[in-house]
């Protein structure tokens, strides 16, 4: 028997570390980990001893016996990664345990800009450190905690969100604090944040989207695909926009995993999506919806989707939709899993009556038309001569990448939409010079790459900066307190709270949730949040 990676898989490689046979990769240090698209375990090196699945933080590692019919094919998935990659299992060398300093530096106080995947992995790094005392306050503008995890990832992938129990024991460790409902650069500035730590880690993500650059593109009725997923998922900045589901058609411009989360969303039957956490405004809105075939537009081939092959699966194997491929398509013999499934949807016949997604690819968008509201989309082959082609659609959703926004007082980057920087050290724009102090780690580092997994190294090394400078005494000394900053947030912030309200929110959601049957019942409404994280009820702000 052998141990399996399947589709939940978050990339964090907590199970490589336990590996005792090297059998888990690509593993952090190896250079397929930047843009894999999940990690493999090798069926000819595994021992059967289990550890990798103990500490799987969602669960996504099973035994090949406990492989369902839709699963299994993940075994084969797994295999061919050592196919092509036939050398990197073996034993390896353990690392040494680090070095504990005789001489300690003073406790290390660092501020940290957010409260998502890689904020928690960079405060998770910094507070289970044996060799150096370290505080860590982090400062969140909404009043919930979870960035990615809470607000990008889909609601029917609930196995994913498990890695919200990893961030809740961080939250747990003695040195770590938390400021909810304070926006850095409008309530405190960052200079201030140095002036009661060493370092500020902005890991605040990328909140906005890139454009399709084609007329018609502001219609309404035409949005960015963050837009509606931050919609769905319960935002509170966005749970008062409206979306038109009154037509027959949607497309969604894009062939990454949003534009699958998207479209799935658009095409399931909303009662099966009752079971996860997807905001209420929107299980409403939904279960209105006309939409009966939702487009999936890709620019170039299929060979170039930029989907991975897990979450490709995972759209065939609804059980009320069908699958199709616009044009047909046939794979090479050499063909990867991921193209052998797109040929293996082609094949498909759709069923009368259901809704259906549709991959069509070599198909450029040029234009979205209409009056005062979108009435479709005009298209050309993207790689071969023919007329443009016309797809009526009341709902364009644009899913063609992030970008981060400037943060005030540092440096930004336009064309990347990041924030300069050499392994997280923020760098001045004009002389690429280190800025004392300032460090960032996630997507405003690296652009809105990999997965939630991969946060976890990229904050990594984010902490080996600070923890170099400060042993090489590069940081600054914190001239004010801690408590002192809490003080100042207190009279500028009244609403703001701690963890502990924090707690209380997610209590109620997940006590409400199973009241409903559901795994969250997720709180939208400001006052509503104020209120649970103050001790009170929130009924009066709940629909009932």
């Not at 050592?82 to 660092?110: C, D, K, M, Q, Y």
């Not at 961030?167 to 938390?178: D, I, L, Q």
């Not at 969250?520 to 409404?525: A, F, T």
Request: hydrophobic share 40%; aromatic share 6%.
């Amino acid at each position: 028997m052998t141990y399996v990676v399947t589709q939940a898989c978050c990339n964090d490689a907590t199970c490589v570390a336990v590996c005792p046979v090297n059998c888990i990769h690509p593993t952090p240090d190896e250079a397929q980990y930047a843009r894999t698209e999940m990690l493999y375990i090798d069926p000819d090196a595994c021992i059967d001893c289990g550890a990798c699945a103990d500490v799987c933080p969602v669960e996504a590692i099973v035994p090949d016996s406990d492989l369902t019919p839709e699963t299994e094919i993940y075994k084969d998935l797994n295999a061919a990664y050592f196919l092509g990659n036939p050398t990197v299992s073996g034993p390896s060398e353990i690392p040494p345990e680090p070095v504990v300093a005789t001489e300690r530096p003073e406790p290390l106080r660092v501020a940290i800009v957010g409260s998502g995947p890689s904020a928690f992995y960079a405060a998770e790094e910094l507070l289970k450190r044996r060799d150096i005392d370290v505080e860590v306050s982090m400062f969140e503008r909404l009043h919930v905690a979870g960035g990615l995890v809470r607000f990008g990832v889909a609601p029917d992938h609930q196995t994913t969100k498990a890695v919200e129990r990893v961030f809740t024991r961080t939250a747990g460790r003695n040195g770590f604090r938390a400021f909810f409902g304070v926006e850095v650069g409008r309530d405190i500035g960052v200079d201030e944040l140095l002036d009661h730590h060493h370092a500020v880690i902005h890991a605040s993500g990328a909140s906005d989207d890139r454009k399709l650059g084609i007329p018609g593109e502001d219609l309404p009725g035409s949005y960015a695909a963050r837009e509606f997923v931050a919609w769905y998922n319960g935002h509170p900045d966005f749970a008062d926009r409206t979306f038109d589901l009154s037509g027959r058609r949607a497309v969604v411009v894009g062939n990454g995993n949003v534009a699958l989360d998207v479209a799935r969303i658009l095409a399931r039957d909303p009662e099966l999506l009752v079971p996860g956490d997807i905001a209420e405004h929107a299980l409403d809105v939904l279960r209105k919806s006309a939409i009966e075939e939702v487009v999936v537009l890709g620019r170039r081939g299929p060979e170039y989707g930029a989907f991975t092959t897990p979450e490709l699966l995972a759209l065939g194997s609804l059980p009320e939709v069908d699958v199709t491929v616009h044009g047909g398509y046939q794979a090479p013999e050499d063909a990867s899993i991921k193209l052998r499934t797109i040929a293996e949807y082609a094949r498909r016949v759709p069923q009368p009556g259901r809704r259906k997604i549709t991959l069509r690819f070599n198909a450029a968008p040029q234009e979205i038309f209409g009056d005062s509201h979108v009435e479709g989309l005009r298209i050309s082959p993207y790689d071969a001569a023919g007329a443009d082609e016309v797809l009526a659609s009341s709902l364009v959703l644009r899913s063609v990448g992030y970008r981060g926004r400037p943060i005030p007082g540092l440096p930004f980057d336009t064309d990347r939409g990041t924030v300069p920087n050499v392994a997280g050290r923020v760098v001045d724009s004009v002389e690429g010079r280190p800025v004392p102090g300032l460090y960032v780690a996630g997507w405003i580092k690296r652009g809105p790459t990999g997965v939630i997994g991969t946060n976890r190294y990229c904050a990594a090394e984010t902490v080996e900066a600070i923890l170099a400078d400060h042993d090489g005494m590069r940081l600054a000394s914190p001239s004010r307190t801690v408590d002192e900053l809490a003080t100042v947030i207190g009279s500028r912030c009244p609403d703001s709270f701690g963890f502990d309200g924090w707690r209380r929110i997610d209590r109620h959601e997940r006590t409400e949730g199973r009241r409903r049957g559901r795994a969250r019942h997720k709180l939208v409404d400001v006052d509503a949040m104020l209120a649970v994280a103050q001790g009170a009820s929130a009924d009066r702000y709940l629909p009932h």
